[in-house]
């Protein structure tokens, strides 16, 4: 499996950007090979990212040629271009339902 971590700044409000992530995230939901996004509000004023687990390396190459990606800085008005960090996963540390929404930590 591929991690993909992508950080951005961006003009919009943070009520603008979850509004835009909710609507956004059944396109989402439908890729093939994306085992999970998490999204994310990041430290500094108006930076937001988006951490993505991907099956595979092909799966996310797919993503990443694909309309949704490529509308992705115009959709957040992101400034500048996108810090896009890519890594292969060893393994993790707990299953898929340490995850949930509400889980808590053993």
Same mark, same amino acid.
């Not at 909710?22 to 930076?47: D, S, T």
């Given at each position: 499996?591929?991690? *993909?971590?992508? *950080?951005? @700044? /961006?003009?919009? /409000? ?12 059944? *396109? ?5 090979? %994306? ?6 509000? %990041? ?23 694909? @309309? !949704? &990606? ?12 996108? +810090?896009? +960090?890519?890594? @292969? %996963?060893?393994?993790? !540390?707990? +299953?898929?339902?340490? !995850?949930?929404?509400?889980? /808590? &930590?053993?």
């Amino acid at each position: 499996m591929f991690i *993909q971590f992508v *950080q951005f @700044e /961006t003009t919009l /409000t943070e009520a603008e950007v979850m509004a835009i992530a909710e609507e956004r995230a059944p *396109q989402f939901r439908a890729i093939e090979g %994306l085992v999970q996004k998490f999204y994310l509000k %990041l430290g500094k004023p108006n930076h937001y990212g988006g951490f993505y687990i991907w099956a595979s390396r092909e799966a996310m190459a797919a993503f990443r040629q694909s @309309e !949704l &990606a490529r509308t992705i800085p115009s959709a957040y008005r992101v400034v500048g271009a996108p +810090d896009v +960090d890519i890594h @292969e %996963l060893l393994f993790p !540390l707990r +299953d898929d339902a340490a !995850l949930a929404p509400g889980a /808590t &930590a053993a």
